[in-house]
C-alpha cells in the first residue's frame, strides 16, 4: 500500500468518526437535557424572585448544546434575587450510554450579607498618593 493510499484511509476513517461523534452528540441533547433536569428536582433546587417568593424550575430553563464530537453540555440559571447562579454539566455521549464529565457552579455578582447594614465594617486605610513619603 503506497503513503497516499494509507493517508486517504486514515483521513477517512478520522472523518468518519468525528461524524459519528457529533451526529451522537447531536441526538443525545434531549436526554441529556431531561437527565440534568430529573438531577435538579432530585436535589430540590428553586430559585427565589425579587420579593423572596420561591421560583419553581421547569424543563424550559435547562439548555443543552453539542459541545464537541460525543461531548454534550447543559446549562441552566437558578435566579437569587437580582443575583443568581448559573450551573454547567458536561457529558461524555457514546452509542451505548450517557456519562457525566464534570460540573461547574458559577455565581453571579452573590456578596454575603454582613449584619448592620453597612458594607465595610472596617474600611481600608487610604492608600498613599504615589511620589509622597
Known sequence: MTIWKKTLLVATVCLLVL??????AWQSLDACADDTFQDL?????????????????TRDMVSA???G???????????LDLHGSWHIKRY????WGRYERSSDVVHLVCAPDRPGG??????APPMPLLGSA
Open 69 to 79: 464530537p460525543f461531548l454534550v453540555e447543559t446549562d441552566y440559571m437558578v435566579p
Open 19 to 24: 461524524g459519528a461523534g457529533y451526529l451522537t
Open 92 to 95: 461524555l455521549v457514546l452509542p
Open 65 to 67: 448544546t453539542v459541545a
Open 118 to 123: 453597612s458594607k465595610e465594617k472596617h474600611p
Open 41 to 57: 428536582q432530585r436535589k430540590g433546587i428553586r430559585g427565589r424572585g425579587m420579593r423572596g417568593a420561591p421560583v419553581a424550575m
